[in-house]
Each structure stands twice: as C-alpha cells, then as structure tokens.
C-alpha cells in the first residue's frame, strides 16, 4: 500500500506560480506511475500530468509547456510545477500513484484568482 500526502496548494493570482508536493508513505522507486489529477468546479476528474518509473511523461494538451512533473525517488516525492496559472486552472489536484492497485491522495485546493 502507498499513502499520500499532498501540499503546496493556494490561492495565487493569473500569471504566477505554485509548486505542489506529494510524499508517499514508502518508497516510491519501485511505483509503477505517479501522477496529478485535477477536479475542477462541476467537472468530472481529468488527467494533468504522469511520471512513469522510466522517466517518460504525459502532460494535458491544456497544460503542456506550462506545468512539469518530476520526482526524487530519494525522498518518495513526486512534484507538480505549475507556471503562467490561469483561472481555468483552479481545481483540487490529486496526487496519484500505480504500483499494482490505483492509490490517491486527499488532494489539495489551487485557486488562480485576481
């Protein structure tokens, strides 16, 4: 089993910059695929970006150039760095992790407001 934790989250205004954390209760050098969801107001849940254990990513079309995903095997860590944030941004973001079964976090609420 793999618990996760995230932070990071906030309110930040049109144009700047977030970074959210995910630490996972154990070693993450053995998972399969990490990765960030996000739920926006009245939407269903949508992919933002994944991190598979050989380094290859997939990103969004809606975030792509704009957000990036990495992670430190040696902190069990997985990060979302998110820059030129937008409203259409705003949403809870789950971190998610794949080694034999689906785990989640609680997620954590980005709000992109002026």
């Known amino acids: 089993q793999v618990q996760l934790v995230e932070s990071g989250g906030g309110l930040v205004q049109p144009g700047g910059s977030l970074t959210l954390t995910c630490v996972a209760s154990?070693?993450?050098?053995?998972?399969?695929?990490m990765g960030w969801f996000r739920r926006a107001p009245g939407k269903e849940r949508e992919l933002v970006a994944t991190?598979?254990?050989?380094?290859?990513?997939r990103y969004a079309d809606s975030v792509k150039g704009r957000f990036t995903i990495s992670r430190d095997n040696a902190k069990n860590t997985v990060y979302l760095q998110m820059n030129s944030l937008k409203p259409e941004d705003t949403a809870v973001y789950y971190c998610?992790?794949?080694?034999?079964?689906?785990?989640w976090g609680q997620g954590t609420r980005v709000t992109v407001s002026s």
């Open positions: 998610w992790a794949f080694s034999r079964d689906n785990y």
């Open positions: 154990r070693s993450i050098f053995s998972v399969n695929m």
């Open positions: 991190l598979s254990d050989n380094g290859g990513t």
